[in-house]
């Protein structure tokens, strides 16, 4: 098993290698590891080669790769990160968690409020709050994607241009750009294969506008 700063430098050049294709300078690592002599860092790359989790390339300066990654996490890094969940938690506020929004299915319907999830305290700091599972496209051009969670204030009232999960009938709930029109009201989508919907204003309550939205990446 690796020790704390061989898996931290390993974990570094691989991400400075995805993300620019060039290895770091000493001094980057140094201060990515916390070292401050290069020849901590010299001694980190040789034990790296030695046990052949990365190698130099011939003839260029700074050209390492990454051959294999650990299996396994050294024990000061696992209890570091249990620290860091520990301490967000703690810093974060707990909201509900409806479920998904899908047509069909009023908000009432899906409320479940021993669910919740955790968000940053500055997404949420006046007003209530519950949160969303995205389901389906109708709203990808506005960057927000099927799996999305989204952080809705409660409202029952809303601007053109608002973001808004709109109730339709007592009924259906959608997330989609509210206009007014007249004695009408358009929900907006932002996908060009889905119609904007045209609708009576009384066959429409707002249930909320869009405050933030968190995205998990597999």
Do not use: W
Not at 45 to 52: F, K, N
Not at 65 to 86: D, G, H, N, Q
Not at 102 to 117: D, L, S
Not at 166 to 183: N, P, Y
């Amino acid at each position: 098993m690796l020790t704390e700063k061989q898996y931290k430098l390993l974990m570094y050049i691989n991400k400075v290698l995805k993300e620019t294709g060039c290895a770091p300078s000493f001094e980057e690592m140094k201060a990515a590891v916390g070292l401050k002599s290069k020849s901590g860092i010299h001694a980190l790359i040789e034990s790296l080669v030695e046990r052949e989790f990365i190698r130099r390339l011939p003839h260029k300066a700074r050209a390492l790769e990454v051959v294999r990654m650990p299996k396994f996490k050294p024990r000061a890094i696992v209890e570091e990160e249990k620290k860091r969940e520990v301490a967000l938690q703690n810093s974060a506020a707990q909201i509900p968690l409806y479920g998904k929004i899908a047509a069909g299915t009023p908000i009432e319907a899906i409320a479940n409020e021993t669910e919740t999830v955790p968000v940053p305290f500055e997404m949420v700091r006046s007003g209530q709050f519950y949160a969303l599972t995205i389901e389906g496209e109708s709203m990808i051009e506005g960057g927000i994607f099927d799996g999305d969670t989204v952080i809705i204030k409660k409202a029952e009232t809303a601007n053109n241009g608002d973001i808004v999960v709109a109730l339709v009938d007592d009924a259906e709930a959608t997330l989609k750009i509210f206009k007014r029109d007249g004695a009408d009201v358009l929900l907006i989508p932002m996908n060009k294969d889905y119609e904007t919907r045209r609708l009576p204003a009384g066959r429409v309550k707002v249930q909320g506008i869009l405050s933030g939205l968190m995205r998990t990446y597999h």
